[in-house]
Structures are given as structure tokens and as C-alpha cells.
């Protein structure tokens, strides 16, 4: 597999599929207007034979700061380190931008994402309560980049 930078083109070859193979809370109108923010910087996962688009990831950048606008990876390649990769270059690629801070949302209940994010260092920093559907509560996360 290969990382690089997410373009129209890969979110185009997608856009149909995103809450049968991806997750279904993706909405394509939020996520391609993300995609073409220039304060944003996405990163999509390939399959270096197929060309096969394995997970995908974008940071908000703000400042020195940075919000992790998602991380997701193809249902069917779930467990295979996938998600991992793709954390690690996300947190290279704030490095480069000289972010100090990462911040994250994620929802209480996703304890699969909670254990990457702590795997890389991320802290818990609040709660927002019942912050999804008026029912699940949001986790707060930072993971400081640079001491400062
Ligand atoms: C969260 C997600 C991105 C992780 O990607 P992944 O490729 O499946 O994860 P990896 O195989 O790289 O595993 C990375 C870490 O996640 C955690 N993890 C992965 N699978 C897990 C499982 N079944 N149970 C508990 N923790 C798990 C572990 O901490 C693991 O590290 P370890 O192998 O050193 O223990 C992926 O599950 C996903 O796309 N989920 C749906 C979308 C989502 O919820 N995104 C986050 C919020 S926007």
C-alpha cells in the first residue's frame, strides 16, 4: 500500500460507495467540501497493485493548531494496521506544518478509534455530552505535537 495526497479524482471514484464500504455516517456533500478547503490537507490509502482506495484521512489546519476531521478505513481491510499507517503520516504531516496541537472528536462508544488515538499519545481533554444524536457523548482528545 502507498499513501498520498487525497485529489477530487479519488473522492469521485468513492462518492457512491461511502457508507456501504466506508462508514455510514459519511455524508459526501460534507466530506467533499472538506476535501476542497485549502486549510485541509487529506490523505488517502491505496493498494499498490490495484490502486484499490483502502481508508482515507484529513486534518483542518487553523494556526498551529489542527482538528483531525476523520480517519477511516474500507470495512473489509479493518485490523490490518491500515489505520495506524495512515495516523502515523497524518502526525508527520502536522509535524511539517509545524502544528503543535491535535485535536480530535470521538464518540464514547468508539473504542476501537479511542485505542488508536491513545496509542499515539493522545489525551483526553473533555467531554461533550450527548454531543451525537442527542444520545452518545463526544471524547475530547489533544496530542501535543511540540513541546512549547
Ligand atoms: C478506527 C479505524 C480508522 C482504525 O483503523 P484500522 O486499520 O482498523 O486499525 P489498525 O489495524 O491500524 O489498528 C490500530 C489500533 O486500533 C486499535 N484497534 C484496531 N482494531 C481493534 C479492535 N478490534 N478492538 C480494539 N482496538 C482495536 C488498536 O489500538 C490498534 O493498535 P494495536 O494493533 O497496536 O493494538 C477503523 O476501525 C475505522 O475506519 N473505523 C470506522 C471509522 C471511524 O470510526 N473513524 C474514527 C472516527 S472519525
Redesign the pocket.
Known amino acids: 500500500m502507498y499513501i498520498d495526497k487525497m485529489k477530487i479524482s479519488d473522492f469521485e471514484l468513492i462518492k457512491n460507495n461511502l457508507k456501504s464500504d466506508f462508514?455510514d455516517f459519511w455524508n459526501e456533500n460534507i466530506l467533499k467540501q472538506e476535501l476542497l478547503n485549502t486549510d485541509s490537507i487529506f490523505l488517502v490509502v491505496k493498494d499498490t497493485i490495484s490502486d484499490e482506495i483502502l481508508?482515507f484521512a484529513g486534518i483542518e489546519i487553523v494556526l498551529d493548531e489542527a482538528e483531525l476531521m476523520?480517519?477511516?478505513?474500507r470495512k473489509n481491510k479493518?485490523?490490518?494496521?491500515?489505520?495506524?499507517s495512515l495516523m502515523e503520516k497524518i502526525i508527520n504531516i502536522a509535524k511539517e506544518n509545524n502544528i503543535k496541537i491535535l485535536k480530535l472528536e470521538?464518540n464514547e462508544k468508539?473504542?476501537?478509534?479511542i485505542?488508536?488515538y491513545k496509542?499515539f499519545g493522545f489525551k483526553q481533554t473533555g467531554i461533550r455530552e450527548k454531543y451525537y444524536n442527542n444520545h452518545d457523548s463526544a471524547i475530547l482528545m489533544d496530542l501535543e505535537i511540540f513541546k512549547h
Request: charge should be positive; avoid cysteine.
Open positions: 462508514d481508508g476523520n480517519i477511516v478505513i479493518r485490523g490490518l494496521g491500515i489505520g495506524k470521538v468508539n473504542l476501537i478509534a485505542n488508536l496509542s
